[in-house]
């Protein structure tokens, strides 16, 4: 087993206790999925958010549900309202909160209700440095998060930065839940590599599920 915790073997949901890979469990919804991502977007659209340190990020972001996920020089925070049309985030879609509830009853965190969901999208080139999800008010619930479009290599270390990270090849339907233990576990994306994928083009989106008010 790596030092991080993550295992691999021939199941269809690859895991340790609180860190799950769910190969394909999003298939069967990826396409509904994906005309609800253009929805949300139509109504607030991607955009490159800043860092505290000025930094543009590589990867676009949109948010919907009663909380979004926000940079600027002032800092990393969830806010209810869109800052770039001064109108709350658009209501997360039933199917979403459908998709992570039963995500994460899988992955063994029943009754999972998400206020807060963050669409990222990837071109070629676009890359998320490792990080830890800290921000939210309950670090008991886990993160969900749903793989769609191109295949991407995903980082997953642990609550330390020195811990060893393990490289995880994700592909269209993939979801990833982690909680418990590893519910501070250090993670990124590598560089997303050129291609083009039938359901998105040259593009990876990127959903993730999170309790950010706590409560949920």
């Given amino acids: 087993m790596p030092a ?42 991607f955009r490159h958010l800043i860092t505290p340190g000025g930094r543009r990020m590589s990867v676009a972001m949109t948010n919907c549900g009663r909380l979004g996920w926000v940079s600027d020089r002032r800092g990393y925070r969830y806010d209810p309202i869109d800052p770039e049309s001064g109108r709350p985030w658009p209501e997360m879609p039933a199917l979403f909160g459908d998709l992570a509830d039963r995500a994460a009853t899988a992955a063994g965190f029943p009754g999972f209700r998400p206020d807060a969901c963050l669409i990222n999208l990837y071109t070629p080139g ?18 969900v998060s749903v793989s769609l479009g191109l295949p991407a290599v995903f980082q997953f270390g642990g609550p ?43 593009r990876r989106i990127n959903i993730t599920f999170r309790c950010a008010a706590g409560g949920c």
């Fill in 160 to 202: 330390s930065r020195r811990d060893p990270v393990t490289n995880i090849d994700l592909v269209h339907g993939d979801v990833v839940v982690w909680g418990g233990a590893w519910r501070l576990a250090h993670h990124g994306v590598k560089e997303l590599r050129d291609g083009s994928h039938p359901a998105t083009g040259r």
């Fill in 126 to 143: 676009a890359r998320l440095g490792m990080h830890q999800d800290r921000d939210e008010g309950d670090l008991t619930q886990p993160i």
């Fill in 4 to 45: 991080n915790g993550l295992l691999f073997d021939d199941l269809p949901r690859r895991s340790a206790p609180g860190a799950h890979l769910l190969d394909g469990f999003a298939l069967p919804v990826a396409a509904d999925l994906l005309r609800a991502v253009e929805v949300v977007a139509a109504a607030a659209p």
